[in-house]
């Protein structure tokens, strides 16, 4: 019997999907991604925010209704368990509902990059980026696994590279075939030969999070060779060297301690394996990448830049050519005797009635996002580090923003010798208007004005620390933590930025993600302005982990949210 959980269930459908307006009211279909094995991939754009989105869609056999139902339920499962995680590397969910034909879709954000299956069909990458993006995987899964959510399919097509202001950033992809842990797996056994760990291939009932390890195992290593560890002419080769066969190891890494990772995390068996990606995760970071030799052909930071460009600008000239056919297929008017789906779970009474149950500010949005045009690099611009914020001493932990003066400072241009391109030339202006719509209290006018800003400049650290602090004082804190998250990925670790951080998991009852960045904080800022604030912080923090009477020895407490009643007064100032 396979386990079901209410609590990821209850979150299968997002307040998009209770949007009663047309399909064609809600996005504008632009291009055509691609297609892969269950349907399409469109850029689109969302008409209420402006921003571009990645819809994917499920095309089937309407004359094969169990093979169609069996596509409904992985796109529903798909959704509901990318909705239930919050990792900075995984893509948010948007939206999901069914097209004008009557096909399915879901809503993704469309991030640029390209697959690391791409970049290692050119080389394998430098080891300080190889163990940069095994961190980024593991993060992610660690909180999939903490939510005892098993991915079942990990691979280097179902990884997203991008380099954003010099830095790596990794998004996992693809959660169709998810499954929670220890939940049966139901049917043949789906997966990839070439990354699938033993026990599923002999048979094991229940999915376990030891098997996305091995699948990350295998994945570092031939990010570091280029090599893929079992490969045969035949997927029966594969999967009986996945059992039998003993991975090989290059001489310049056999006795690196980095070797001791690899191969526990490709253990065999399973028992001896790390349990989950936060245990593997805990010793990477012991590695240092500068103590691993560089191989000849490797890929640097520059090199995969250039890559991401090429396969943006072949991407794009492929999208102009199929595009608009394709789209009527999907997006068209409905043929005539067409039906929508009967199947379809999330139209379901059951699942409208737990609709109606949930709170707005429950719905975590994370993500998966599949091929997408990559965009060009692009020079960033900066501004002068935001002065911070102030905070009044009260005796209650929690976080109400009561003002935020958005301080103008001027935009910079990196690299004023050369010409600006479109993009620079546009975001300037759009800042402004932001601004002045922040100052009017033109809220949500401001909101999609900073984040048209970020769209076109992700690392414009004017547009990141006004949004978060815009987020914060709405008491949006989940948003908040997005942005100040992604601020702190391009290293834009100013005060304010580090503080809004702290604060938005604070408002957020995250008191262990709040503790470390209030300790980050005093490591980067140890003569700060807010130091005596941050101090208090963290004193009430520790306060309120000094035990609880309540909490059961094995079990974690639940998050709290902040209510803002109780919030301590801040305020931002020039």
């Known amino acids: 019997m396979s386990v079901q959980r209410p609590s990821i269930l209850r979150v299968a459908v997002l307040p998009g999907t209770q949007n009663e307006s047309s399909f064609e009211e809600r996005y504008e279909v632009l291009a055509c991604l691609g297609e892969g094995g269950t349907g399409m991939v469109y850029k689109a754009l969302q008409r209420s925010t402006g921003q571009p989105v990645a819809l ?4 089937y056999n309407r004359n094969d209704p169990a093979g169609a139902e069996k596509m409904l339920r992985s796109l529903e499962r798909e959704m509901a368990l990318i909705a239930y995680l919050d990792s900075p590397h995984i893509v948010r969910l948007y939206d999901s509902g069914v097209t004008p034909n009557g096909y399915p879709f879901i809503a993704l954000e469309f991030v640029s990059g390209a697959t690391l299956r791409e ?8 080891p300080a980026l190889a163990l940069r993006m095994t961190r980024h995987l593991l ?28 830095r790596l950033r990794t998004r996992v992809l693809d959660f169709g075939i998810s499954v929670l842990a220890e939940e049966e797996l139901e049917g043949a056994i789906v997966g990839t030969p070439s990354y699938m760990a033993p026990e599923r291939i002999e048979g094991r009932a229940k999915a376990i999070p030891a098997q996305d390890v091995y699948a990350t195992g295998l994945i570092l290593l031939e990010a570091l060779t280029g090599r893929i560890a079992f490969e045969g002419k035949t997927a029966d080769i594969v999967l009986k060297k996945q059992q039998t066969a003993p991975l090989v190891l290059p001489p310049w890494l056999a006795n690196h301690p980095l070797a001791a990772i690899l191969m526990k995390a490709t253990e065999k068996n399973h028992e001896v394996r790390y349990a989950n990606a936060s245990k593997m995760l805990a010793d990477l970071e012991s590695i240092d990448p500068s103590t691993i030799p560089i191989q000849p052909g490797t890929l640097g930071i520059e090199k995969l830049a250039a890559i991401e460009e090429k396969l943006a600008a072949e991407l794009a000239v492929k999208e102009a050519a199929k595009g608009a056919h394709r789209e009527l297929e999907f997006f068209g008017a409905a043929k005539q005797g067409v039906p929508a789906p009967g199947g379809m779970a999330l139209a379901t009474q059951e699942i409208k009635e737990r609709r109606k149950k949930l709170s707005p500010w429950i719905l975590p949005l994370a993500v998966a996002v599949l091929l997408i045009v990559g965009a060009l690099v692009v020079r960033h611009l900066t501004r002068e580090p935001a002065e911070g914020v102030k905070v009044a001493a009260a005796e209650s932990p929690k ?24 993009d620079e030339l546009g975001v300037g202006e759009l800042l402004g208007l932001a601004r002045q719509a922040h100052r009017e209290e033109r809220l949500e006018d401001a909101i999609a004005l900073y984040q048209e800003v970020v769209e076109k400049m992700p690392e414009n650290q004017a547009a990141l620390e006004e949004l978060g602090w815009l987020y914060l004082k709405l008491d949006r804190f989940k948003e908040a933590v997005n942005v100040f998250m992604s601020a ?68 974690k407490p639940k998050k709290k949210r902040r209510k803002s009643q109780d919030m301590r007064r801040i305020q931002v100032y020039e």
């Open 119 to 126: 970049f290692l069909k050119v080389g394998p990458l430098e």
């Open 399 to 422: 976080v109400e923003v009561v003002q935020a003066v958005v301080k103008e400072a001027p935009v910079k241009v990196v690299d004023e010798g050369v010409p600006l391109s479109e």
């Open 488 to 555: 702190v990925e391009f290293d834009l670790n100013t005060e304010s930025i580090v503080l809004g951080l702290a604060l938005s998991q604070v408002g957020l009852g995250e008191d262990g993600a709040a503790q470390k960045s209030f300790q980050r904080y005093l490591e980067l800022f140890p003569t700060g302005a807010k130091r005596d604030q941050v101090e208090e912080h963290l004193s009430a923090i520790e306060g309120r982990q000094g035990g609880d009477p309540t909490e059961v020895e094995g079990k």
């Open 139 to 166: 993060e992610a899964l660690a909180e999939a696994h903490e939510q005892t959510i098993v991915h079942c399919d990990l691979k280097p097509e179902n990884i997203i590279v991008s380099v954003r202001a010099s």
């Open 56 to 59: 994917k869609t499920l095309s």
